[in-house]
């Protein structure tokens, strides 16, 4: 059994039905499927008629429906004060005005771009690796990247941002994107002679940062047993990265 649609539209267009088992060659395998996800981005494209002669006037509001977390941001850390839901239908549409540090899809529950503002940019670049979960902090670190891809953050303030609070990240895949976008920002935004010093500031980190990870010292007891090894492994690849861009440091390559 399956979902099925036959016709272009809202969700309700969907419905449950039959489709045959397909027939399989010697070297095939078949897998049964028990249950799959459907996301935003198929509604929206199932809700399309591709079969039109033109496409649609622009521009075509794509709703969302994004959670919005305000909170107290001190040096012992970020304190959820209030969260609630907005529904994006127009091409603006205000937040609720706080006072406090707003977040936008801090627990990522859709894809939107995100440009925090000023308040809100200065609690990112000053106290991101206080901001837990992890979860929550690879959507900040999404949203500083693309405010630096998009013009909306210097680039070295981005570039500052990433060597004063990446060493202190226990998630090998945030360690992973952060640093790698951290070298697109060096080697495509800043200007050649600036790529030097910033390649060497990274080196000198992730070489700090390896030397840590081994000890463990970013883990207690309870933590498990290849955590360590995972994050010494994410900055390994970090150092091989920054190499690349650090021509001072790569006598200590081996």
């Known amino acids: 059994r399956a979902a099925l649609f036959d016709r272009y539209g809202p969700p309700e267009v969907l419905y449950e039905g039959k489709v045959p088992i397909p027939a399989i060659g010697d070297d095939e395998l078949l897998v049964r499927v028990r249950a799959v996800s459907v996301n935003g981005g198929e509604l929206v494209r199932e809700s399309l008629d ?23 941001v001190t040096d012992d850390g970020w304190t959820p004060l209030d969260s609630e839901w907005i529904d994006v239908t127009d091409a603006r549409t205000p937040l609720p005005n706080t006072g406090a540090v707003t977040l ?26 206080a901001l837990e979960p992890t979860n929550s902090r690879a959507v900040a670190w999404g949203q500083l990247w693309h405010a630096c891809r998009d013009a909306h953050l210097p680039t070295q303030t981005f570039c500052r941002t990433v060597l004063g609070h990446i ?4 998630s090998p895949a945030v360690v992973d994107g952060v640093c790698l976008k951290y070298v697109t920002a060096v080697t495509a935004y800043l200007p050649t002679t600036m790529r030097t010093e910033w390649g060497d500031a990274l080196w000198h980190v992730a070489r700090d940062a390896y030397t840590t990870a081994l000890d463990g010292d970013l883990y207690d007891a309870f ?8 994050l010494a492994l994410a900055w390994r690849r970090v150092l091989t990265w920054a190499a690349g861009i650090a021509p001072t440091a790569q006598h200590e390559v081996r």
């Open 167 to 170: 060493p202190a990240e226990r």
């Open 223 to 230: 933590a498990q047993p290849t955590a360590r090894l995972d």
């Open 50 to 72: 591709w079969s039109a002669d033109e496409p649609p006037a622009a521009p075509a509001a794509r709703p969302h429906r994004l959670q919005v977390t305000s909170f107290s």
């Open 104 to 129: 936008v899809d801090d627990h990522d529950w859709t894809y939107a771009r995100i440009v925090p503002d000023a308040a809100t940019f200065d609690a990112l670049t000053g106290h991101l690796a």
